[in-house]
Structures are given as C-alpha cells and as structure tokens.
C-alpha cells in the first residue's frame, strides 16, 4: 500500500513539474523555426510558462523573440525583439502546419532597429534605382543627398526630412527643406521633388503585429517603437 501510494504521488508530481521544464523548448523550436523558414534570418525565442500545461491550449506566460538579419517587404531589418506578457497563440496551427497565428496579448511590446545601409539599399530600390541619391541619418533629422551634373557642373542637392507615422504599421520619410548648394529653395519645389522621393517602410506584415508608437533616429540607424495590437 505505501509502495503503491508513493508511485502514485511521484507519477502526479511527474504530471505537474515536467511540462514546465519540457513544452516550453518544443514550443521554442516551433516558433523559431517558422519565422526562420518564412521570413529568413536567426530567431531567438524564450517561452516562461506558470506550470506547463496552460502552453497545450495556447496560453504563454510570456515570450521574447529576438530576431536578426531579416526581410520583411525587401527591407532588410537588422533586428526585431518582441516581449509578451499572456500571449495567446494557435498551439494547434503551431504544431500541426507550422504556421504561427498570434490571438493577442495582455502586453506586447517590440523594438525594430534598420541600419542606415539597408535602409539605403531599400531606397535605391524602391525610388532611385540609379543611385543618385543617399539617406544619411542624425540624432535629429535626416538628409537625402545627392550630386547632378549639369551645365559643367556638379549640383549637390539636400532634402531634409523626417520619418512619421502613417498608418499602424507604416512610417514615411517626409521632407522638409529643400536645399540647392545648400540653399534654401522655394516651397513649390520642395513639393515637387517630394512627390518623387516619398518613402514608405511597411511592416504590416510581420507575423505579430504590432503599431508603431514612436521613432528615434541614432547616428546610421532608425529604431521604431510599438506595441502589439
């Protein structure tokens, strides 16, 4: 009878203590390796969990994903990290058909840093295949400089912008001034060039989305603020 109550007891703590320490690796690895195999790049995922057993359902005490290297929309990201607090996911959709569905969150908070190199490679591509033109960024603004050749001469050009929120998920590099060797043109002009040289960063379709709050320009970086929707 002790002999038969003991097992019984170690097969119930067996029951509550090892999904805590065996589901949140298997989930790990499911979720790194769908965002590795869609979206490229090298995933670092953290799963805490209360006992274990609430991760069968799909609720997460917690995630952090810390992404690096990928491309999302032919902009390459230099990194990407999301933390949740109860997260809720498709467990099901996860394990089944390797596809991520994210149901929501009491907390998601998300940091996406560009460097200014892909930023620029992603700009010649969209609006200046010729490469006439180049993003340098600041602590305050940024400059989209380029240099023309007319009548025997080089023309350095400058338009001064800044990056806004547009929608959610979208900001826009918006400019400001525009200056002519370093000289202030006429309004008129400035909405000209503009309608050129607009530029548009997309993450609407990161797998967890997330709206963008704010954004702080560094010296050769763009780093977007948000939080899961």
């Known amino acids: 009878m002790r002999r038969k109550t003991i097992f019984v007891v170690l097969l119930i703590s067996a029951m509550l203590i090892l999904p805590r320490f065996v589901l949140p690796p298997i989930l ?7 965002l590795e195999q869609e979206y490229g790049g090298q995933v670092r995922v953290t799963i805490s969990t209360w006992l274990g057993w609430e991760l069968v359902i799909g609720r997460l005490r917690a995630i952090t994903i810390k992404w690096e290297d990928v491309v999302v929309n032919d902009l390459r990201i230099a990194s990407i990290w999301l933390s949740g607090y109860n997260v809720a996911v498709d467990v099901s959709a996860l394990l089944k058909h390797q596809q991520l569905i994210y149901l929501g969150a009491e907390r998601l908070d998300g940091i996406v840093t560009v460097n200014e190199v892909d930023l620029n490679r ?29 009548w025997q001469m080089d023309w350095h050009l400058s338009l001064v912008g800044e990056f806004s929120i547009a929608k959610p998920a979208q900001i826009l590099f918006i400019p400001k ?53």
């Open 177 to 229: 001034e525009f200056l002519v060797m370093e000289t202030r043109v006429p309004a008129l002009l400035l909405e000209l060039v503009s309608e050129y040289y607009t530029l548009i960063i997309d993450l609407r379709s990161l797998p967890i989305p997330i709206q963008l709050d704010w954004i702080e320009l560094t010296e050769q970086q763009i780093v977007l603020y948000g939080r899961g929707i």
């Open 122 to 150: 992603f700009f010649w591509q969209q609006l200046d295949p010729e490469q006439h033109w180049q993003i340098d960024l600041t602590t305050d603004y940024a400059v989209l400089s380029g240099t023309y050749f007319l």
């Open 28 to 34: 790990e690895y499911y979720v790194a390796d769908y």
